[in-house]
Structure formats: C-alpha cells, structure tokens
C-alpha cells in the first residue's frame, strides 16, 4: 500500500523555518534551531485564536479590556507550550523526513503558501487590533 504525503501547512511552516535558521545558525555557529520554526507556529496560531476572540469579543461580549489582554497572552504561552512539544519531542524527526525529498516546484508552491498564511494572519490580527 502506497503512504499518500500530504501536505500540513503547519508542518511546512515549522521545516521551512527550521531550514531557514539552520543555515543562517551555521554560517554563525550557534546552537539549536528547532524552537525558531516552533515558536513561528505559535505565533501564527496564537494570531488566528487571537483574531478569532477580537471579533467574538467586538460583536458578542464586550469583555473588559484588561481581561482580555490576560486571556490574549494565555493563549499565547499556551500556543507555544503545545507547539513545543508537538514539534519539537513528537514531530520534528517525521517532518524532516517527509519533506526532505520534495521537488523544486513543490518548494516553491508550498513556499508561497505558508509565506501567503503567515502575511495574512499577521494582517488580520493588526486589523483586528486597530478594530478596538
């Protein structure tokens, strides 16, 4: 039976990151690189949940300003807390594996993808920031 390789925006994120920091981490000489593709992942995420609660918050709830401030940063280390452990202890080895082998063209295709999702979530959330 033949492994169907699918594409998992988040997975790409993270192992282009990672990529992206090793070799600049190499040509510096430091150290680890796994948590740069990690804590982009979060960030997107936390941006999405972020943005999603700006607008629960605009249309339906109208919760106190400094409550949600506290709710936004929670999300967040929570995001990031999960992301390391997902990618970091159960999921870096996989992905490196999955992707390695990936053409040209599909670099570049998945390239623009996760370049388009990362601008576009940041959008939004700076929209929705400037909303309130």
């Known amino acids: ?3 169907i390789n699918k594409f ?7 192992y282009r990151t990672f990529l992206f920091y090793k070799e600049a981490e190499r040509k510096e000489g430091l150290g680890s690189n796994k948590d740069r593709g990690v804590f982009l992942v979060a960030t997107c995420l936390s941006f999405n949940l972020i943005s999603i609660l700006s607008i629960l918050d605009y249309f339906f709830f109208k ?4 409550t949600v401030t ?4 929670g999300c967040y280390i929570i995001i990031n807390l999960i992301c390391l452990y997902v990618f970091e202890v159960r999921r870096h080895d996989m992905i490196l594996l999955k992707y390695e082998k990936e053409s040209e063209s599909q670099k570049e295709n998945r390239g623009v993808i996760v370049l388009s999702y990362v601008f576009i979530s940041f959008f939004i959330f700076i929209a929705l920031y400037f909303l309130d």
Do not use: G, P, R
């Open 63 to 66: 919760i106190d300003n400094n």
């Open 8 to 14: 998992n925006l988040f997975d790409y994120l993270y």
């Open 1 to 3: 039976m033949m492994k």
């Open 70 to 73: 506290y709710v936004y940063v």
